[in-house]
């Protein structure tokens, strides 16, 4: 966002508290701070602060190191893996204990920031509605920026939604600190189905007045319609899953659908792991946070990188997700005649295993790693060992290797965070046709049956798998297609909503967090199964997020706590 960059400091210290301050018995103009006037008075500010919506406030340690947090985790110390069977984090950071089940509201570990942050941003989005008339901008300007601040509101609605289940619902009002906040109506939870619907239609909304592509004017990492119809399609197919209850498979179908008629996304054929390495205008992108070199994000080579490269360990792939890579002949390790060999674990598996997870004995940066023990350099053996990774492997995915491990402050850290990929909406449509229509017939509407959705994504280039077999039942396409997206979208922060909205997090999550230990044997090496994080737990009450105690008791302890908690 370069055109902004200038004012990206003034604005992120004090745009957000902004709406509804009023002037004390001094009047004194903060130095370090916009007033609302100014900001409704020129147009280059206005747009300025809508463009800062995209980003929040920093609201706990390590969070945001360098910039601004955005939507979700991103990238952060401690990812949003690292609280599922992705991976775990090596220093912890306030994740084990989420991982243990000890999530309590008193103690919400990385997770405790979302309510706080989404209920402050769409009071920010409300504010810039409800006074863009006084802002000097033509009328389609505005009609523009509206269409961006109901996008940007609704996805703060889709983190609230995904993770505590109904939630209140403010509409356009700007609450100011002289309103009654005794009233049971301003913390009213609404049913899930009523959220739904609230943020669906304001996607519609948004969707008709965004541009189809970011032009001059409408920069890289802006709302386009493509990413107004994207959010839809995943939530309409959440709104149908077994944990909501409260739309339909036809209405996924057609939301899915809807981003595939535009026409304007396909599959990256530039190779899997190079879509996640540099800013691009990939066709398979259709909405990310970019970053520039005054605003990184943290390094992930450093990060993440394998300890013997003086790297911190990072989050560490568990085994529990090498496991559900298939053979390159698209059959499951377990299967009869898969060709999985337990001596030589790593051979003949799925590509995207290659270009996700750093496993014993892979090529990086001009040798191979070596998690074995004795005396691998990857291994508690080896240098810095306190880093050593707890499970055997390591995080490939995302990482750069033309940029350093040593020293990379000033150099790395501009990978993109890819929010919404053509990908994703291939997946959406391939879940729901199934459910819908099963696996080979071609939904009313659509062009394409769920099994040559999921086909399209194995094409790629440089990952190609085989083909999804004809005659599957619905069943055992939809064990299938579960199992693309955790391979496909691994560590995009969706394996911890999938299995919630699945209801399967009771069994995937209770399975204990596995590493491998390898052990030399001159030329040979043996494998044994070994535990990196002990007490992993899961509880039927983990399904939702526990509200933040702190809320609850600003709210007067009239907001509902969810269940069990």
């Not at 006084?134 to 983190?159: C, G, T, W």
């Not at 909406?425 to 040559?452: H, K, M, Q, Y």
């Not at 496909?488 to 299995?499: G, K, M, S």
Request: charged share 20%; with cysteine; glycine share 8%.
């Amino acid at each position: 966002m370069k055109t902004f960059k200038k004012l990206h400091n003034i604005l992120l210290l004090g745009l957000a508290m902004l709406a509804g301050c009023n002037k004390g018995f001094l009047d004194v103009v903060p130095t370090d701070r916009v007033s609302d006037a100014a900001i409704l008075s020129d147009s280059v500010l206005f747009e300025s602060f809508v463009i800062n919506r995209y980003m929040g406030v920093r609201l706990t340690d390590k969070e945001a190191e360098g910039t601004p947090p955005g939507f979700g985790r991103g990238f952060e110390y401690a990812l949003w893996s690292s609280l599922t069977d992705e991976s775990v984090y090596n220093n912890d950071d306030n994740t084990w204990l989420i991982q243990r089940g000890q999530l309590s509201p008193e103690n919400t570990g990385i997770a405790g920031t979302l309510w706080k942050r989404s209920y402050r941003s769409i009071r920010e989005c409300n504010f810039a509605l409800a006074n863009i008339e006084q802002v000097p901008m033509s009328a389609a300007r505005k009609n523009l920026l509206v269409a961006e601040l109901k996008f940007i509101r609704a996805f703060r609605y889709h983190d609230l939604i995904r993770n505590y289940g109904g939630v209140p619902l403010i509409g356009d009002k700007v609450y100011q600190l002289n309103d009654d906040f005794t009233d049971p109506a301003l913390f009213r939870r609404e049913d899930i189905a009523s959220c739904m619907s609230y943020v669906l239609g304001q996607l519609d909304e948004a969707a008709a007045g965004l541009p189809e592509d970011n032009s001059s004017a409408w920069l890289l990492g802006r709302a386009t319609k493509g990413a107004a119809l994207a959010l839809k399609s995943r939530l309409a197919l959440y709104a149908a899953s077994p944990l909501y209850q409260t739309g339909t498979w036809d209405q996924a179908v057609d939301a899915a659908a809807a981003v595939m008629a535009l026409n304007k996304y396909s599959i990256s054929q530039g190779g899997y792991r190079e879509l996640f390495k540099k800013a691009s205008t990939d066709n398979e992108i259709i909405f990310a946070r970019y970053y520039t070199v005054g605003a990184r994000h943290v390094p992930m080579e450093i990060a993440n990188g394998p300890n013997g490269y003086d790297g911190w360990g990072g989050n560490v792939p568990l085994q529990n997700l090498v496991d559900a890579y298939r053979m390159a002949n698209g059959m499951a390790i377990d299967e009869a005649g898969s060709g999985y060999d337990p001596q030589q674990p790593y051979l003949n598996r799925d590509p995207r295993f290659y270009q996700t997870i750093l496993y014993n004995g892979a090529p990086y940066r001009g040798r191979n790693v070596e998690t074995f023990v004795p005396g691998g350099r990857d291994s508690r053996d080896g240098p810095s060992n306190w880093n050593t990774s707890r499970t055997g492997y390591y995080l490939m995915k995302f990482t750069d290797e033309d940029m350093p491990i040593n020293n990379p402050w000033n150099i790395a850290g501009l990978q993109p965070w890819i929010y919404f990929r053509y990908a994703e909406i291939l997946l959406n449509f391939a879940e729901a046709a199934n459910e819908l229509v099963g696996p080979d017939a071609v939904p009313a509407g659509a062009t394409l049956s769920a099994r040559e959705a999921v086909n399209l994504i194995r094409s790629r280039a440089g990952v190609a798998m085989p083909d999804v077999p004809t005659g599957l039942g619905p069943d055992q396409f939809r064990a299938l297609v579960r199992n693309e997206r955790q391979v496909e979208l691994a560590f995009e922060e969706h394996r911890f909503y999938d299995v919630r909205r699945w209801l399967i997090a009771e069994q995937t999550e209770n399975e204990p967090a596995y590493g491998i230990e390898i052990t030399r044997n001159g030329d040979t090496f043996s494998y044994q199964r070994k535990i990196a994080l002990d007490g992993r737990s899961f509880m039927k009450k983990h399904y939702w997020l526990p509200i933040p105690r702190e809320e609850i008791l600003a709210s007067n302890n009239l907001l509902e706590q969810n269940p069990d908690y």
